[in-house]
């Protein structure tokens, strides 16, 4: 006797998986006062637990890896539109797509652009971090175009990838 194969069955897609434990969560939620993190939003509803190192990365379960943030937030951090990176001193800093710090003005062309250019990188096989760094490398020329910038990334991510 085989196998059994359903042909042209559907295939019900994996859920993502509560992998921050209850406690833990509590606490990270408790630190942020249940809001959102980004300078100048005081969001409290629709609040989720986001790993700065994803997991997927070696990101840990750990009060310094976890940052509560609104879902919009939340949302403009996976599309590119928001940075969050850690300085030596173990603050957080909070930019804009291109470059900017959150809250400062920002150029809405120069935003869209390494925004499409990051979903551009994370869609060829990039980790959002690799994405992430390799446009912080590229100038910040308000004139580039989307296709320009995208070669200029890949250019950084080369030598990583050799």
């Given amino acids: 006797m085989g196998a059994h194969v359903h042909v042209g069955a559907e295939v019900e897609p994996t859920r993502a998986k509560q992998t ?9 939620l408790r630190r942020d006062g249940g809001r959102c993190r980004i300078p100048g939003c005081r969001h409290a509803t629709y609040v989720d637990v986001h790993h700065l190192k994803p997991r997927v990365e070696g990101g840990e379960n750990t009060l310094e890896n976890l940052i509560t ?18 300085a030596p001193s173990g603050d957080l800093g909070f930019l804009h797509a291109d470059g900017t710090a ?61």
């Fill in 20 to 28: 921050i434990p209850p406690a833990l969560r509590r606490e990270v």
């Fill in 69 to 86: 943030l609104c879902s919009a937030h939340h949302a403009a951090l996976h599309a590119g539109k928001l940075a969050i990176e850690r």
């Fill in 102 to 162: 959150y809250g400062h003005p920002l150029s809405p062309a120069n935003v869209d652009v390494r925004s499409k250019a990051y979903r551009a990188l994370t869609e060829l096989g990039f980790r959002e971090s690799e994405a992430r760094r390799a446009l912080a490398r590229v100038p910040r020329e308000t004139d580039m175009s989307l296709d320009e910038l995208v070669r200029q990334a890949l250019r950084e991510l080369a030598p990583a990838r050799r």
